[in-house]
């Protein structure tokens, strides 16, 4: 997926936003504990993508959410953490649509 393309259709319609945040908020381990954090509440939403078939069955999952928690904590703590008190934190205009387009479209050639 080119990166001028934005952020693919499954991550941007608000009908599968709306339902990705209903299941992402659901108990993702079954076990009467609801998810832990950002981590786990991305992996759930991922892994419930997975089981509707719009992720693919094979994709690691853990590893898109640690990428994608990853990238938005390197943007976001350095500008909390370095930044006068009450100053307003900000990310690069376009941040997330840009890493969706990666983590789903993937950076392989396409030959």
Do not use: C, K
């Not at 500008?79 to 100053?87: Q, T």
């Amino acid at each position: 997926m080119p990166p001028s393309a934005g952020p693919p259709p499954l991550l941007t319609h608000p009908a599968r936003r709306a339902s990705g945040q209903r299941r992402a908020a659901s108990n993702p381990r079954g076990s009467g504990a609801g998810p832990r954090g950002l981590p786990d509440i991305l992996t759930a939403y991922l892994r419930a993508e997975q089981r509707l078939g719009w992720l693919d069955a094979a994709a690691d999952v853990d590893a898109a959410a640690t990428l994608i928690v990853g990238a938005m904590h390197g943007q976001v703590l350095p500008r909390v953490l370095f930044s006068p008190p009450g100053a307003p934190v900000t990310i690069p205009a376009g941040l997330a649509g840009r890493l969706a387009g990666v983590v789903v479209g993937g950076i392989a050639s396409a030959r």
